[in-house]
């Protein structure tokens, strides 16, 4: 079974906020409400992680974040529709008439910079 996925780029992504997280500055701030039992028990796993109670929950929803992700962009084929699959993204796109009169006009954007 072939797999295509767009993990890899995800992956960079995700390797990229990796890193900017430890050698950036981070502006943004998530806020959130919690019983006191769950902050207790945040705390309690962030401490045997060695860790800050900040470190711990952002590191914990980035890979629930990855993961929700995942699931999202990833898909398995069998050979023969893999085959298919490859061969429709290789084949030169149809020319559409309407689409491409559509494209030939002006659009709205073009007349906006035309005004300004």
Same mark, same amino acid.
């Given at each position: 079974?072939?797999?295509? !996925?767009?993990? @890899? ?8 906020? +990796? ?7 981070? =502006?943004?701030?998530? #806020? /959130? ?7 207790? @028990?945040?705390?309690?796993?962030? &401490?045997?992680? #060695? +860790?800050?109670?900040? &470190?711990? /929950? ?6 629930? $974040?990855?993961?929700?992700? =995942?699931? =999202? ?12 699959? !490859?061969?429709?993204? #290789?084949?030169? $796109? ?15 954007? #073009?007349?906006?910079? $035309? $005004?300004?």
């Amino acid at each position: 079974m072939w797999t295509l !996925c767009v993990q @890899y780029v995800i992956f960079l992504m995700a390797k990229e906020e +990796v890193i900017s997280m430890t050698t950036k500055q981070k =502006n943004d701030r998530i #806020d /959130v409400r919690v019983k006191s039992s769950q902050k207790s @028990y945040l705390m309690h796993a962030a &401490t045997l992680r #060695d +860790v800050k109670l900040s &470190t711990f /929950v952002l590191e914990s929803a980035m890979k629930e $974040a990855e993961e929700v992700v =995942n699931q =999202n962009v990833h898909f398995a084929l069998p050979d023969k529709q893999w085959k298919a699959f !490859c061969e429709a993204l #290789d084949r030169p $796109a149809r020319e559409i008439p309407r689409l491409k009169k559509l494209f030939a006009k002006p659009s709205l954007f #073009d007349e906006q910079k $035309a $005004a300004s």
